[in-house]
């Protein structure tokens, strides 16, 4: 099952591996998107840092890491083809997978609470 951050990532877990991508909403705010920087696998990410950046024809934007955890994976198809994250963004638009030792996605929104929380700020 899929949980939502406020800054409007995704999470998924897979046996303490888990994929982050941008929502649906996000993608929407940015606009076309023309590249996106990931990051290195190996990489040790603590909660909330930057660690992949989305360029769009509006703007730059950081992807903050949910969990702490080190990269084991990246989606390199994003390299050639990142308008994968207008067209899938909470699918084949994926950015990496983290390996964390507390994969608790308790504090994150469900589907529902993430559609509640998008009325609050539009």
């Known amino acids: 099952m899929k949980r939502y951050t406020k800054d409007h990532e995704w999470i998924e877990d897979a ?3 888990l994929t982050v991508g941008i929502t649906d909403h996000a993608q929407e705010q940015l606009g076309d998107i023309t590249f996106v920087e990931l990051p290195e696998v190996g ?3 603590a909660k909330g ?3 992949a950046v989305v360029e769009s024809v509006k703007a730059a934007s950081d992807v903050y890491a949910p969990v702490a955890g080190e990269v084991v994976e990246v989606n390199e ?3 050639a083809t990142p308008e994968l ?3 899938a963004p909470e699918a084949a638009g994926w950015f990496a997978k983290i390996k964390t030792a507390s994969a608790d996605l308790s504090e994150f929104m469900d589907q ?3 559609d509640e929380y ?3 700020i539009s």
């Open 15 to 17: 046996d303490g591996i």
């Open 43 to 45: 990489k040790t990410v």
């Open 49 to 51: 840092d930057a660690f």
């Open 77 to 79: 198809t994003l390299d």
């Open 85 to 87: 994250v207008n067209e």
């Open 112 to 114: 529902a609470g993430y």
């Open 118 to 120: 998008l009325k609050t």
